[in-house]
């Protein structure tokens, strides 16, 4: 996220891990159902003041027509059943009779698709209530040669009922199938332990299998009963809203305070980001000092599969809400949580957290010498987020901890500086702006534009530079917002070298809250509180005139990662907001004293021959491929074996980083005191010391500052 605070007015600036309402909502009752008249007077009042907001308030807002009526359409009925284990084609053929007349429905009050699909929900659900108990009466055949498709975007929904229960069948059948070979797997590990341990029968495991499996759909059956109309009304509202952009949406009143909740970073818990994705809950960003950060294993992208606490059996969480989720990960200090997780490789497993506070101290920005076989002495600085206390006078800031990193590295004599971004989500635009004040000697750091308003440029207002030698930025995919308004400033400047991802996320977009009650007058006051939306009014530009929307910041020297060949950043979002280009603001580039196309040329050169990045390329490449394999075998045997073969393929990979004999980190001998002091900071910056020594990226980079150095 990202917040630029400006007199009273508080700007946010969320990333991918926005929280998106992609909930798939069910109701267990009857038939037909007609809401009260006061929910739909309610609605009605909502709706209007909404779409009022977005058209008044919206930096580009858009006609309401058939063509936003076909796309809401699109959106609500994915939401709908994403999974496709519920509605026939049949419903699918009535519903679409109102794919272009959500833009009539809204401008006369009309809530004939959502009562429509309302019904025909709960009729589903209730049939499919029944498949599940049915099939799981009896064991599998797991000899038969037969797949499922994994991939809902591959299939269509159900031509009749036997083809929807026969999905059911093979649902479940892989639900079992998965949970047999988990508890094969941990037999054997205990066995391996203890030569005491009963082995059990495969018939043993199976019976288990369907025992768990059937708890677990009955608990997310008894979930949907109790979740009421107006979370219905919150999905669809939301398909018509997220029209608007992915970072634009309404939050009921219960869930702006989750959100609220959230972003203070106060909560315990384990300190990942999560967002609801395609019927999973996926992990966009791991929380630096967080639970999550120091265990190690969870990562960005990881999708949570099952959530239990303890030694308290697990919770299927596909298919659940983002909040309901969100509910069984959080809890107490101290408090034991298992996550079955599932790896971009395909690789699933069960880590185990220990849910904590965020360590504060692993949020700010710390800094190191790094030494490799050039000799050069570089002063590495680390900066997780964007951070400022705007609600404390005197509060930290990360433009200031940034400072005083630099003027010690000065006093150790360093001969270049690393700022390293990678997986820096942003943060506030104050201290972007003003860090960047610490290179340059003055000028246009980033255009701000509104909707009516012209340009504004936002410049550093420092005299001078903190620091004028040889300087690297390094990002990745997750760095984003403040980040990238930073490298991009460096970058237009001239001022250093960006190395990384071949692109940053790409999120260029200023949002603000708004708060729906305070457009009711007269008798629409009543239905308060009606909840808050969230609306782009800005976009970000370079000082070169180009929007670090979409396109992000291209890395200089582009080095390889596990996320390389696969989907990423703000681009691969519904709706986002175009690239486009305003007139450059006036700066004066910075004159580099050596040669940038022949470093690129021999840090390249040097990437093509490092065995470890020529490995982490082959990964990217083997991510990727995996990720498309969508198709998963139900015959045991063979789902066994594949299971083995992604297994054996990810441990060839995961211990890819190890100890650099030539590199050399050390910490600053002026922090040591304040380390030495206290047995969790030592522990702490012993892992992180560790962890830049196998940095292999970082490695290279150290080369670079060399090369600078030397002015080739």
Not at 354 to 370: F, G, M, P, Q
Not at 528 to 543: A, H, L
Not at 591 to 607: F, L
Not at 692 to 697: E, G, S
Request: proline share 3%; glycine share 6%.
């Amino acid at each position: 996220m990202l917040t630029m605070k400006s007199r009273s007015l508080q700007f946010t600036i969320s990333t991918a891990a926005a929280v998106l309402f992609c909930s798939f909502i069910l109701f267990d009752s009857g038939a037909t159902i007609t809401p009260p008249a006061d929910d739909h007077e309610k609605d009605k009042v909502l709706i209007k003041t909404l779409m009022s907001s977005l058209q008044n308030a919206h930096y580009a807002p858009i006609n309401i027509d058939d063509d936003f009526s076909k796309k809401a359409f699109g959106l609500y009925l994915e939401r709908l059943d994403y999974s496709k284990r519920f509605l026939l084609q049949e419903d699918v053929k009535a519903l679409r009779a109102y794919e272009t007349k959500i833009d009539d429905q809204v401008n006369e009050s009309d809530f004939t698709l959502f009562d429509k699909s309302w019904d025909i929900l709960q009729n589903r659900l209730k049939e499919t209530q029944g498949y599940y108990r049915e099939i799981l009466a009896e064991p599998f055949d797991y000899k038969v040669i037969e797949d499922l498709e994994l991939d809902q975007e591959n299939r269509d929904f159900a031509a009749s009922h036997d083809e929807l229960k026969e999905h059911w069948r093979k649902i479940l059948k892989y639900q079992c199938l998965t949970r047999i070979a988990e508890m094969e797997e941990q037999q054997e590990k205990r066995h391996e332990e203890s030569d005491t341990v009963v082995i059990k029968e495969f018939t043993e495991l199976e019976i288990t299998a369907r025992e768990k499996v059937l708890k677990s759909n009955d608990r997310f059956f008894e979930r949907m009963t109790k979740w009421d109309r107006e979370d219905q009304m919150e999905v669809y509202i939301n398909s018509m809203v997220n029209v608007f952009g992915p970072h634009t949406g309404y939050f009921a009143p219960k869930d702006k305070e989750n959100f609220d909740i959230s972003m203070s970073g106060q909560l315990e818990g384990i300190g990942a980001q999560l967002q609801e994705k395609d019927g999973f809950i996926k992990v966009t960003n791991i929380v630096p000092g967080s639970a999550s950060y120091r265990q190690g294993e969870l990562e960005e992208e990881d999708l949570i599969l099952k959530v239990a606490q303890g030694s308290g059996d697990p919770v299927d969480v596909t298919d659940m809400r983002l909040d309901e989720a969100v509910k069984l990960i959080r809890g107490k200090k101290g408090t034991e949580v298992r996550l079955t997780i599932k790896k971009i490789s395909g690789v699933i497993k069960e880590i185990s957290i220990i849910r904590d506070v965020v360590i504060l101290e692993e949020t700010y920005a710390k800094s190191a010498i790094i030494q490799n076989e050039t000799g050069t002495r570089v002063g590495y600085i680390n900066l997780p987020k964007f951070y400022a206390d705007f609600n404390q006078s005197g509060g930290r800031a990360a433009a200031d901890d940034v400072k005083k990193e630099l003027l010690k590295l000065k006093q150790e004599n360093v001969e270049g500086i690393i700022l390293d971004l990678r997986g820096n989500g942003g943060g506030s635009l104050r201290d972007a702006i003003e860090m960047t004040g610490h290179f340059i000697p003055d000028g246009p750091v980033v255009q701000v534009k509104g909707r009516y308003s012209k340009p504004e440029v936002m410049s550093d207002r420092q005299n001078g530079v903190i620091y004028d030698g040889p300087l690297v930025v390094m990002l990745n995919h997750f760095s984003a917002s403040a980040s990238e308004i930073l490298a991009a400033a460096i970058q237009d400047y001239d001022r250093g070298i960006i190395m990384g991802s071949t692109q940053s996320f790409g999120k260029g977009t200023v949002q603000r809250f708004f708060d729906l009650d305070r457009g009711l007058a007269g008798s629409e006051s009543q239905y308060r509180p009606i909840g808050s939306v969230k609306i782009t009014t800005q976009k970000f530009y370079r000082v070169n005139g180009g929007a670090t929307q979409l396109r992000g910041v291209a890395s200089d020297i582009s080095m390889p990662d596990r996320y390389k060949y696969l989907d990423m950043g703000e681009g691969e979002q519904d709706f986002v907001m175009p690239w486009d280009e305003i007139p450059a603001a006036s700066y004066s580039v910075w004159k580099p004293s050596y040669n940038e196309a022949s470093i690129v040329k021999s840090s390249q050169e040097r990437i093509a021959g490092n065995e470890v990045m020529v490995k982490v390329e082959e990964n990217s490449k083997r991510l990727k491929s995996q990720t498309e394999e969508t198709i998963v075998s139900l015959n045991y045997d063979t789902y066994k074996l594949r299971k083995l073969e992604l297994d054996k393929e990810d441990e060839a990979f995961d211990d890819l980083m190890k100890p650099i004999e030539s590199l050399s980190v050390s910490n600053i001998v002026s922090d040591m005191n304040d380390i030495s002091t206290d047995s969790v900071k030592v522990e702490l910056n012993e892992k992180w010391l560790k962890k830049l020594n196998k940095d292999v990226f970082l490695n290279e980079a150290v080369f670079v500052i060399s090369d600078m150095k030397k002015g080739v």
